[in-house]
């Protein structure tokens, strides 16, 4: 039982059923233990308050984090799909890569050292299902291909992966050809989605 003071003067008997302190907490209480019901007060609400601000704080960090973040992965891309002095993108690439963009497909590209004097090209094409597209298990098709460049050469490394709506796991990727192929039979227009 315990008889408590309001700020306005009136008191009321209030009954606690609180565990009993540990000795760690009568030692962090003891400060507070010659304050009144008001100072006690207002001390929980400066707690609160800076609680408040420590957490406003926290979140602005966090997303100024996660924008420096997103920012420096979109700097990364764009550096390594800048080709390298002395290298061009290998005929195959260029055909592959205007014929998907024309047709309304994304793509990327990077240029990684491999050795001493060469280099891997890995492009990546794809675009995501449409309304209009014959009902499927996935939602996307996606072709990654690497090619193997030295200088004068290029040969298509492995035969890549690809991802389609009708097998949505990813998988061997087919031939430039049929590559080709499905991007003419499945173009895309931003005004169809």
């Known amino acids: 039982m315990k008889r408590v003071l309001h700020p306005d003067g009136t008191a009321d008997r209030v009954e606690f ?14 400060k507070y233990r010659d304050l009144s019901p008001l100072e006690l007060m207002r001390q929980l609400r400066t707690a609160e308050w800076n609680a408040d601000v420590a957490q406003s704080e926290r979140d602005q960090w966090k997303a100024i984090a996660h924008r420096t973040q997103t920012e420096l992965a979109q700097a990364e891309r764009r550096l390594a799909a800048i080709t390298p002095d002395g290298w061009e993108l290998p005929r195959a690439v260029q ?16 240029w990684t050292p491999r050795g001493t004097d060469g280099m891997l090209l890995k492009i990546v094409i794809g675009r995501d299902t449409l309304p209009s597209d014959a009902p499927s298990r996935g939602t996307q098709w996606r072709f990654k291909l690497t090619w193997s460049c030295v200088p004068g050469s290029a040969r298509r490394a492995g035969a890549g992966l690809a991802r389609t709506p009708d097998r949505p796991q990813w998988h061997d990727a087919p031939s430039l050809r049929k590559i080709h192929a499905l991007i003419s039979d499945h173009p895309y227009s931003a005004g169809s989605a």
């Open 95 to 110: 055909e592959l890569l205007a014929h998907a963009e024309s047709h309304g497909w994304r793509s990327a590209r990077a």
């Open 17 to 30: 059923h609180d565990r009993p302190q540990t000795a760690d907490e009568a030692q962090a209480f003891a």
